[in-house]
């Protein structure tokens, strides 16, 4: 992973949304309020219109200086050139994927709530290890859930932590203290009122 993209802040995924002309309005004014890393996630999209909307969400994300990240398909990422893809436990083999990317592409992957598998991943050559849910998500409501420890415990790995799962301003602060580097959010912006001002409460999380 180029040690040109941040190492903390807040990490954007999008809603599903299937208008990209409102996709691109709304992750256009999270970026401009300084979220530092973007995921593209849509399930509610076909092959068609994920492509089209991971490539319009790559030049706005390039305008911006910000990673692109598609979740689920590294395929997809590498034909549109983004920054990198993001794998779960049903998205395929890290290593599959380490292998084919092209070098300096991250790899980010999931880890629920097991150390184990944050073990694996990080012998498999992922870029960073995601734990959650740490919070009841209404995004995903029956993600297994995780405890803050485990962003304690995985320190040693000596890759960045993501967190992921209900996150909002006002619990965003103790994932930080136990050393989350990057928060993961996907309601707590999007479906906020404001979300460029939801961006900034989540980036104080970081200076307190
Ligand atoms: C940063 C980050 N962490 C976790 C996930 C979840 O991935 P996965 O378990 O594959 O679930 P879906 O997002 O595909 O529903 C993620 N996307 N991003
Ligand atoms: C996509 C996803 N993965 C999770 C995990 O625990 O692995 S929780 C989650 C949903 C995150 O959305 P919100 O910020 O709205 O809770
Ligand atoms: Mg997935």
């Not at 040109?4 to 807040?10: E, I, K, N, V």
């Not at 300084?34 to 068609?48: E, M, T």
């Not at 790559?58 to 990422?77: E, Q, S, Y």
């Amino acid at each position: 992973m180029s040690p040109a993209w941040p190492r903390q802040g807040l990490y954007a995924i999008t809603p599903d949304e299937r208008d990209t002309a409102r996709l691109l309005a709304r992750v256009g004014t999270v970026l401009q309020a300084g979220a530092v890393w973007l995921q593209y996630r849509n399930k509610d999209a076909d092959d068609g219109l994920r492509g089209e909307q991971a490539r319009e969400l790559l030049t706005l994300c390039r305008r911006h200086g910000v990673p692109l990240i598609v979740n689920d398909d590294w395929r997809l990422a590498a034909a549109i050139g983004a920054d990198g893809a993001h794998l779960g436990e049903d998205d395929g083999e890290l290593a599959s994927a380490r292998a084919a990317l092209p070098a300096g592409a991250i790899l980010g992957a999931s880890c629920y709530d097991d150390l184990a598998l944050a073990r694996r991943a990080a012998a498999a050559g992922a870029d960073y290890i995601a734990f959650g849910a740490f919070f009841p998500s209404p995004t995903k409501p029956n993600a297994r859930r995780a405890s803050p420890a485990l962003l304690r415990d995985s320190a040693a790995l000596g890759l960045p932590r993501v967190a992921i799962g209900g996150i909002t301003p006002d619990n965003a602060g103790p994932l930080v203290e136990a050393g989350a580097d990057l928060l993961a959010v996907i309601s707590g912006v999007f479906d906020a009122d404001d979300p460029g001002a939801a961006v900034r409460r989540y980036l104080a999380a970081f200076t307190h």
